[in-house]
T-cell receptor, first 115, second 112 residues
Framework: EAQVTQNPRYLITVTGKKLTVTCSQN?????MSWYRQDPGLGLRQIYY???????DKGDVPEGYKVSRKEKRNFPLILESPSPNQTSLYFC??????????????FGPGTRLTVT | SQQGEEDPQALSIQEGENATMNCSYK?????LQWYRQNSGRGLVHLIL?????REKHSGRLRVTLDTSKKSSSLLITASRAADTASYFC????????????FGAGTTVTVRA
């Protein structure tokens, strides 16, 4: 089954404790990205990757890191989480021409709370 | 900054009625997409319309695109309770074809 998986689905952590949210897709997609969703703000793109070892900043990259060492995986790293990073996070993947050329497949989301 | 913005923010309709929502964007685009999100879940792709298309249909969905006005509309006909969800438009464009921007969404409630 074609899918994007994220882990963990729920996470409560404390300020400053490094964490990683994993994302994996089984569709051989070139394009992967991370979004955060906050009430009233819709989805905002954090980082995206056009292929292995090619990543770039989205609209809200501060406080986040990513890596793309393999085509299927695109982890999101919070080196020192802060309460303002409490949010619902989504990973997505697609084929690539431009970002909007193909439908994005979304993961189920990771609800992160930083206290 | 967000490229797309939906209007209205919220919409409540009776089952069987049509629901229309609009998306406006700021800069030229390659394509525009519409997505649906059921309460806190991942987004599901509904329809993609290319910049050289003016109208597209998919089942009970009708999407229009007016590039001169930088706007798109999504019409859901004969709405059902299962259409209760948030709807988002997404575009690329501007100075970067590889960034994807979503609006804040329209929340649709279909009353039985």
């Amino acid at each position: 089954e074609a899918q994007v998986t994220q882990n963990p689905r729920y996470l409560i952590t404390v300020t400053g404790k490094k964490l990683t949210v994993t994302c994996s897709q089984n569709m051989n997609h070139e394009y992967m990205s991370w979004y955060r969703q906050d009430p009233g703000l819709g989805l905002r793109q954090i980082y995206y990757s056009m292929n292995v070892e090619v990543t770039d900043k989205g609209d809200v990259p501060e406080g986040y890191k990513v890596s793309r060492k393999e085509k299927r995986n695109f982890p999101l790293i919070l080196e020192s989480p802060s309460p303002n990073q409490t949010s619902l996070y989504f990973c997505a993947s697609s084929l690539l021409s431009t970002a909007s050329s193909y439908e994005q497949y979304f993961g189920p989301g990771t609800r992160l709370t930083v206290t | 900054s967000q490229q797309g913005e939906e209007d209205p923010q919220a919409l409540s309709i009776q089952e069987g009625e049509n629901a229309t929502m609009n998306c406006s964007y700021k800069t030229s685009i390659n394509n525009l997409q519409w997505y649906r999100q059921n309460s806190g879940r991942g987004l599901v792709h509904l329809i993609l319309i290319r910049s050289n298309e003016r109208e597209k249909h998919s089942g009970r969905l009708r999407v229009t695109l007016d590039t001169s006005k930088k706007s798109s509309s999504l019409l859901i006909t004969a709405s059902r309770a299962a259409d209760t969800a948030s709807y988002f438009c997404a575009t690329d464009g501007g100075s970067n074809d590889y960034k994807l921007s979503f609006g804040a969404g329209t929340t649709v409630t279909v009353r039985a």
